[in-house]
């Protein structure tokens, strides 16, 4: 019974730190704060379809929509890592 709460705080956080990155780069204009909020939002959008997968949904397979999802947030952030640093 504990899982779920886990995984709505787990998104919960994601999505602050992607709101929190968000209201930095508004206020900076540091680009690599662009792309850590853009990579933080995927994440939290992970977190959710994870509580789709594992408790509203048990019988739908979303595993590879979730990893998917995990692996175009990291991507995003890896070129903001890249590119934005020249």
Do not use: H
């Not at 992607?18 to 204009?29: D, F, H, K, T």
């Not at 994440?43 to 979303?62: K, M």
């Amino acid at each position: 019974m504990s899982q779920p709460i886990v995984y709505v705080l787990c998104a919960a956080t994601s999505l602050a730190c992607a709101v929190l990155l968000w209201r930095g780069y508004r206020q900076s204009g540091v680009r690599l704060l662009f792309w850590s909020s853009l990579c933080f939002g995927g994440l939290a959008l992970e977190n959710v379809f994870l509580i789709l997968d594992l408790v509203i949904f048990p019988d739908v397979p979303l595993s590879l929509t979730r990893r998917l999802i995990g692996l175009a947030s990291l991507a995003l952030l890896l070129y903001g890592l890249v590119w934005e640093s020249k």
